[in-house]
């Protein structure tokens, strides 16, 4: 063992599950009484840090300014004034504010906010401009893995924080079922068929990129209505901040039977997708083409109040069929549809496997289209997008998350070493960065640093930086939030694309049972990307932690991540050893294991349940709550969970897509995960009792019933994180 983590096991082993852990004695910092000042009028600005600082947003007035994507942030002691050109921009240059002077942070994964009566002032004038034009947020995923059944309560925080993180376009795609819903019965297809066609909102991303349809369920008139409200709420919240809506473009989607409803339309079969029949493509070449696409454009314009100047379109996206079709001619005829709706329209396309093939960029306006780049940090051989799409202007992307996964990490070392590299290069065609994590809300420090890239200015020194985010993210400085973040900042955040990954490994708590299961989603790391025992003395520290700064939401949701993120790893640690006992035929020793991995289990789950956030009860909750009546909400609630356990149909599941969007929440730890290895685990000690090899379970069986009959689940926060995370570390501590 490191002589350092042993030192800090000594210090804490002190500590037990109903005691403060053992730390050094922090100062008081007493409380600023300085009265408040008056505010602004309600500008956009205004409304969002009055919802965002309610106790404070009066001593702070934001004014227009000229220069484009700057702000400028000035003022004394409770009177703060930040200028930009749009709304966004002056929320940014308050961000900007709140992190280096008031030492205070806003994030979409927990906030401190805990700021003195006045706020204070600065010496001078601080100038930020943007490097980039382009601050695109959110993946085309987005709606399913972070959640398709959110309603607006959450999306009007969501879009203040993106503003807050200085983003200007923001990928929409709420509504467009009711969107595809009206077009096609201008085609001749009824009001019912066409909602047979459409599937459940939790899976409705994939149909928008041409990989599905129809599943798992019709979708109700209503709940169209609805879907379409939300997004044209989206949408106009969006403009009113100054930002810019993404909406999706025209490709050549039709329902089934288009050639032979349509004179002179001409279809392509697109055959399957992970064991579903993908939706037909329209020829972009015809005039059936265009007409579809020209009425597409118009209704959209009507339902969600106006153009946009950017639509997101992934031309044959992920083993899309061409057949006899020209690659360059179909990006011809969809640039020129788009064109003549909105003539200033950007194409935007994501850089994702070989994907805009040059046949597509060398066919467009490459001034008119953007490339969202998903690999940016992925792959090592990615070095000249320039070379790569000829020289198209693209955004510098990261996924960090697929399938809404909790585990931490990003790889921030190439954040720091390339985006700036590859702006200034001669040449250079980088023009935006793109965040793009497969679902939201998660890995705060990654999303704070990636959104923080377009606006720095010299070079990004991490070890600096991260200790700058630990006294913003508490409020304060403190040597064991420091240490805590540093380790943080040396294990899942410093970690590399040269192994080809962008996320971190996944935990086998989650994965479907096996002896020698390296991973819970097919498309995971097989293995961790830093030492597991290098991570877990930064749960020591932030137990540490000085009870003053641990109040906030920030805290809190820190001290879950990486007390559940050192647990989950131990997963890794434990599963050969039950190999191994059940390899020798150790009966005895096979059911001790197996017991102390399902305490782990049930200990992660109340950790888990201490959190809203981490709860299957309300993922659940919200999908029912858009059914109008009890076979609806059955139908919702089936399509939101089924996307976190079997994903799909049987044939889906079994080409790899079940347990892609595993994660570890409440009820799910507890529920599903558990109720797998305790079937393993029986089936195990069985046959070694009985001298036979394991029976063959079908855990697809297991899986789709549970997920159709969860059982009771709670949706309200039960325990104290500050107290499980103790536990853990005790656990932890006892078994090292």
């Not at 806003?106 to 600065?122: H, K, S």
């Not at 129809?214 to 379409?228: E, G, K, N, T």
């Not at 473009?249 to 039977?257: H, I, N």
């Not at 809300?441 to 020194?461: I, K, M, Q, T, V």
């Amino acid at each position: 063992m490191p002589l350092a983590r042993r030192a800090l096991l000594a210090v804490l082993a002190a500590g037990s599950a109903g005691a403060a852990v053992a730390c050094a004695p922090a100062r008081a910092h007493p409380a600023d009484d300085a009265p408040r000042a008056d505010g602004a009028g309600d500008t956009a600005a205004t409304a969002a840090a009055r919802r965002l600082l309610p106790e404070h947003w009066r001593q702070i007035t934001f004014a227009e300014g000229t220069e484009r994507d700057t702000f400028h942030v000035a003022g004394g002691t409770g009177r703060i004034t930040v200028t930009g050109d749009t709304p966004a921009t002056r929320l940014t240059g308050l961000n900007w504010y709140l992190r280096h002077i008031a030492y205070a942070e806003i994030n979409w994964a927990g906030e401190q906010t805990a700021l003195p009566r006045a706020l204070p002032g600065l010496d001078g004038t601080v100038t930020r401009r943007a490097n980039v034009p382009h601050r695109f947020a959110l993946n085309d995923t987005n709606d399913g893995y972070t959640g398709a059944y959110l309603d607006w309560s959450y999306w009007e925080r969501e879009l203040d924080v993106l503003a807050l993180h200085g983003y200007n376009e923001i990928l929409v795609y709420a509504g467009a079922d009711a969107l595809y819903h009206r077009v096609f019965q201008e085609f001749g297809y009824g009001e019912e068929e066409l909602r047979e066609w459409i599937p459940g909102p939790a899976h409705q991303p994939w149909w928008l990129l041409q990989n599905l349809s129809a599943f798992p369920s019709p979708v109700s008139r209503q709940l169209l209505d609805a879907r379409a409200a939300l997004g044209r709420r989206i949408a106009d919240r969006v403009r009113e901040l100054g930002m810019m809506p993404v909406f999706p473009g025209y490709f050549g989607t039709v329902p089934p039977g288009f050639a032979e409803r349509v004179p002179g339309a001409r279809t392509v079969p697109q055959g399957t997708w992970m064991g579903f029949a993908r939706p037909d493509w329209l020829d972009p070449r015809t005039d059936a083409f265009a007409r579809v696409a020209a009425a597409f454009y118009r209704t959209q314009d009507e339902l969600f109040g106006g153009a946009s100047t950017l639509y997101k379109m992934d031309l044959l996206h992920e083993g899309g069929d061409p057949a006899d079709v020209p690659v360059g001619d179909a990006a011809k005829g969809v640039e020129r549809a788009l064109r003549r709706a909105h003539p200033d329209a950007t194409w935007v396309i994501l850089g994702w496997q070989h994907n805009p093939p040059r046949a597509i960029v060398d066919a467009v306006d490459k001034e008119h289209m953007l490339v969202v780049d998903g690999l940016s940090d992925r792959f090592p051989t990615v070095t000249d997008r320039e070379a790569d799409w000829g020289g198209t202007p693209y955004a510098f992307g990261s996924i960090w998350n697929f399938g809404g996964h909790t585990v931490l990490g990003a790889n921030t070392p190439d954040w720091a070493e390339l985006y700036e590299k590859w702006r200034t290069k001669p040449g250079s065609a980088l023009r935006g960065i793109a965040l793009l994590p497969e679902a939201a809300d998660n890995n705060p420090a990654a999303f704070a640093l990636f959104s923080e890239l377009a606006w720095r200015e010299g070079e990004l020194d991490l070890e600096t930086w991260f200790a700058d985010w630990a006294h913003a993210r508490y409020g304060a400085r403190d040597p064991h939030a420091e240490a805590a973040w540093d380790i943080l900042r040396r294990t899942v955040y410093g970690t590399t694309r040269a192994d080809g990954w962008s996320e971190g490994a996944d935990g086998l708590f989650g994965a479907r049972p096996a002896l020698t299961v390296v991973r819970a989603a097919r498309w995971s790391p097989k293995q961790l990307r830093y030492t597991a025992a290098d991570l877990e003395p930064a749960l020591g520290e932030l137990l540490c932690v000085r009870a003053g700064l641990r109040t906030s939401s920030a805290y809190r949701r820190d001290l879950l991540d990486v007390a559940r993120q050192t647990l989950s790893n131990r997963s890794r640690v434990l599963l050969p050893r039950i190999k191994e006992a059940y390899d020798a035929r150790d009966a005895a020793r096979l059911k001790e294991l197996a017991e102390v991995w399902l305490s782990l289990m049930e200990l992660l789950d109340r950790l888990l349940a201490t959190d809203s956030r981490h709860q299957l009860g309300r993922w659940v909750a919200e999908a029912r709550a858009w059914g109008a009546g009890d076979a609806e909400r059955e139908r919702l609630a089936y399509d939101n969970l089924s996307l976190l356990t079997v994903w799909g149909t049987r044939a889906g599941a079994d080409a790899g897509l079940r347990d892609y969007a595993n994660r570890e929440w409440a009820g799910l730890v507890g529920g599903l995960y558990r109720l797998r290895w305790s079937t393993y685990f029986e089936e195990l000690r069985a046959a070694l009792a009985e001298g036979r090899a394991p029976k063959k379970i079908d855990w697809f069986a297991l899986e789709d019933h549970w997920t159709r009959n969860p059982g009771p689940l709670t949706t309200e926060p039960t325990g104290d994180t500050y107290t499980v995370a103790t536990q853990v570390w005790d656990r932890l501590t006892a078994l090292s």
